[in-house]
């Protein structure tokens, strides 16, 4: 009988430490969430920041014409370091980007609690679009990782960022008059 016991607890141990670390997670995600919601956003920087990204450089590094090029005229050595270098630095464009529509989100919103209902619309139509840029984001790094892992593999478009990424501009300029 003792060691049923024995052999129960160890499980019991693991799932409860589990489950410990669950309610942790969770504790980080209402801190950050909460302290995201409190903490003012200057929108002129936002705005900036925004505009300041380079994507016609990012729809460059993730080219699949530029990547084939780069395969004819590159040893395969070769053509996966620079395959993982272009990688990362789409990473930072992407990081950047996600950043960038997490500020478009809240600016949106402040423009949603605006009075003038154009500008209300606008802001729904920003904060949409902001949101679903970010979920681009998070998928485009996904995919950039893999690629930096397992460089051989070719890789596929990702226009669905940079599409975002313009509507998401699109409608930042249709909410020029968001609230200060």
């Not at 309610?23 to 409190?38: G, Q, W």
């Not at 505009?51 to 084939?68: G, K, Q, W």
């Not at 802001?123 to 397992?150: C, D, K, M, S, Y």
Request: charged letters at 20%.
């Amino acid at each position: 009988m003792e060691q049923g016991i024995s052999t129960v607890a160890p499980g019991l141990i693991a799932a409860w430490t589990l489950v410990a670390v669950a309610f942790v997670a969770l504790a980080i995600l209402v801190y950050v969430a909460i302290r995201s919601r409190t903490r003012p956003v200057d929108m002129d920087k936002a705005v900036q920041a925004f505009r300041s990204l380079d994507i016609e450089a990012f729809r460059n590094l993730v080219d699949s014409a530029e990547e084939a090029f780069l395969l004819d005229n590159l040893s395969p050595k070769k053509f996966r370091e620079i395959k993982r270098q272009r990688a990362w630095a789409a990473i930072i464009y992407a990081r950047e980007a996600g950043r960038a529509a997490t500020a478009l989100a809240k600016i949106g919103q402040a423009a949603q609690r605006s009075s003038d209902p154009t500008i209300a619309a606008s802001g729904v139509q920003l904060a949409e679009n902001a949101f679903r840029l970010r979920l681009q984001t998070i998928g485009a790094g996904l995919h950039l990782l893999t690629e930096i892992v397992l460089p051989g593999v070719p890789s596929r478009l990702h226009p669905p960022l940079v599409d975002q990424y313009e509507r998401a501009a699109f409608a930042l300029e249709c909410c020029k008059s968001y609230p200060r």
